[in-house]
């Protein structure tokens, strides 16, 4: 009877110990069964008990009932103690959590052509001191035609097939050229200006042409401007857009809101004999420009005697597709991965 006495001291306190150095719930349940376990050492007394006299038992009985109850008592507040302190640690590890940052195997995604291509464009006229203009889409008569030198009845007006809405006077723009106007409208010169933005036209899409489109417009307002200055602007953007020295010539256009109206061609950037981009012609028709026509500088409040400019016009969508080879317009506003992925 002393010695399973001694032994009921004996696992109490080996039990405490044991509690002592458990860090983990892992340990804590391997402790459990060996101690509280259906045939733990504590449940091990029970035979040996069972050997003693009545009278023993009696005295011994409840010391091993005791010792269950401390130690299930230990071991539970041992249990909440660890249980508390692994949320604390999880709170802490998730507190520098970055839900944006870099999970390995994942797409990658990449900033669209015309956002690439913009910001390409706005670098190089920053560079040479130009601002950036916006418009507004939903434009009307008077800043998309009229005051562009495009009145009603002016044949010109079917050279750029018109969404209207059904607002009075009101229509989705045709080109960039509306914000020449209104800059001038808010800004004194000497002004340099470039708008790049979407457009929209009421045609028939096919591989070159597309209902929406983006185009980027550029106007210099000063004192003495000439078609030189425009034609060696157009010739440093190029060069630098496409990064290869290349020749520039200029023919006759029209544009209602220039005069004159010249069309600019670049020397083709992938060949010196003739490709299947220059169509065998070694020349690539690039911008529609010109001095920009007195009556459109009135309308726009710029004192004539005074000032002179020049604006251009470029299909940025045209300018993208020849630097990266796209065949088919219709490709840049579709969600196709595979076509987006390659830029
Ligand atoms: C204009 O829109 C004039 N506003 C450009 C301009 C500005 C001239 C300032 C002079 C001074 P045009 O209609 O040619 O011009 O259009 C300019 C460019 O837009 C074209 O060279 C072409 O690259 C592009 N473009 C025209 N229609 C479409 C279309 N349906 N789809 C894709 N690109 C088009």
Redesign the pocket.
Known sequence: MKTLKTEIQTIQESFKKALESVYSLDELESIRVTYLGRKGTIANLMPHLAQLSLEDKRELGPLINELKMVTEKLFNEKKEDLFDKSLEEQEASFKDFDVTAYKPNQPEGSLHLYTQATQDIISIFSSMGYSVEDGPEVETEFYNFEALNIPGDHPARD??DTFWTTLPNTLLR????PVQIRTMQQQTPPLKVIVPGRVY?H?ATDA????Q?H?F?GMVIDKDISLSHMIATMKHFLETFFKKELKVRARPGY?P??EP?IEIDMSCPFCKDGCSTCKKTKWIEM????LIHPHVLTSGGIDTKIYTGF?????L??LIMIKYGISD?RLLHTAHVEFLKQF
Do not use: P, W, Y
Request: no cysteine.
């Open positions: 050279m750029q045709t080109h960039t050229s036209r045609e070159s042409h597309d209902f489109f185009q417009e544009f809101f220039v109206g911008v529609g420009a010109g604006a251009f016009g470029f299909g969508t045209r317009i």
